[in-house]
Structure formats: C-alpha cells, structure tokens
C-alpha cells in the first residue's frame, strides 16, 4: 500500500451551529456524516466563540438570525462584528428567519457582507447544503 495514500485525511465537511438551530436538520446531516460543531455569540456561551473560527474550521455556520443580532440596550457590537472571523475567512453564514420576515431580517442584520445569507425555513436545509 502506498504510504502517501495512507497517511492521507479524508475531512468531512464540517458546519458550526449556534444553539436553537433545527436538531432535526442538524440529525440529518449529522447522519449522512457531516460533522456539526457548536459554536456561540458573546453571550450564550454554547460553544466555541465564533469570532474565533478560523480558516477551514468549519465549512458553513448556521443558525437562528436572532443569535447574531445583539439586543442588550447601548450595546455596540453589531452583528457584522460578530461574523468578522466568517467574513474575514470566507466561511459562509446561513441564518433562518419567517419567511414573512426577511426584509426586516436582512435590514435588521445590516451591511453584513455577501457571504451571511438568511432563509425561510423550508429553504434553510437547501442552503446549508450549497455551502457543503
């Protein structure tokens, strides 16, 4: 056998979920071999903060919009400080909001940048997958 062969990693496509993400879809991908790593905003504390991704650390990180959106009073972190490290790293977001509310998400969100993406429900499963 070749050693280069094998000593060789096969990596699993890897998605960074904030906590409330749909354990269903999470189960399902988690099930078809995906790895699913939780990850936090500044004040859940779910999982590894993350501003603190790094490149090829994950593929994709999703979650509820309402976990990137700050809303203590006078608070100056916006949501794009919260996704720097995604943005920075190319990682996409894929955050899930009503369908009746993506205008108001998208507003709400801010200049986030190209690579934060905010879906209904039905679509959110699809999206994720584009990003795999």
Known sequence: ??????????LMPRIGY??????LVLAKLAAEGIETIPVANTWDGHGKYVNHLTKGEVDVV???????????PGERVKASDLLFACNNFDIPVVLVAPASHLEKARKALGDVGANVHVVAPENFEAQIRKHL
């Open 1 to 10: 056998m070749d050693r280069n062969v094998a000593a060789q990693v096969i």
């Open 18 to 23: 904030f906590e409330g993400t749909d354990p």
């Open 62 to 72: 999703v979650g509820p919009l309402h976990k990137v959106i700050p809303v203590r």
